[in-house]
């Protein structure tokens, strides 16, 4: 059975910083792919960022150069270190991994909140 659990999230203050922790149990982490969505209640999920199994990145327009996405797959985690954060970033942020078969997993997500 595969779990995804995300740690992380809080409540910060503009221009502040946090590490986002996406640890899998369940699947063979090193070939799967893993992303980082995020959602505002009553809008779409929005694609954040990705990271292939060789470690290729791509991000969001909105979080280019503030947010980074990496992975540990000693540790079966992939990370979200954002930076600079702003209150439009603030949304449930849910990590998604991709198993080298194509089936994707969820898992259920960490608040994160920006505000003064």
């Known amino acids: 059975q595969v779990q995804l659990v995300e740690s992380g999230g809080g409540l910060v203050q503009p221009g502040g910083s946090l590490r986002l922790s996406c640890t899998a149990s369940?699947?063979?982490?090193?070939?799967?792919?893993a992303a980082w969505y995020r959602q505002v209640s009553g809008k779409e999920r929005e694609l954040v960022a990705t990271?292939?199994?060789?470690?290729?990145?791509n991000y969001a327009d909105s979080v280019k150069g503030r947010f980074t996405i990496s992975r540990d797959n000693a540790k079966n985690t992939v990370y979200l270190q954002t930076s600079s954060l702003k209150p439009e970033d603030t949304a449930v942020y849910y990590c998604?991994?991709?198993?080298?078969?194509?089936?994707?997993?969820w898992g259920k997500g960490t608040l994160v909140t920006v505000s003064s």
């Open positions: 998604k991994v991709v198993s080298r078969y194509g089936y994707p997993y």
């Open positions: 990271i292939n199994s060789g470690g290729s990145t």
């Open positions: 369940g699947i063979f982490f090193s070939s799967s792919a």
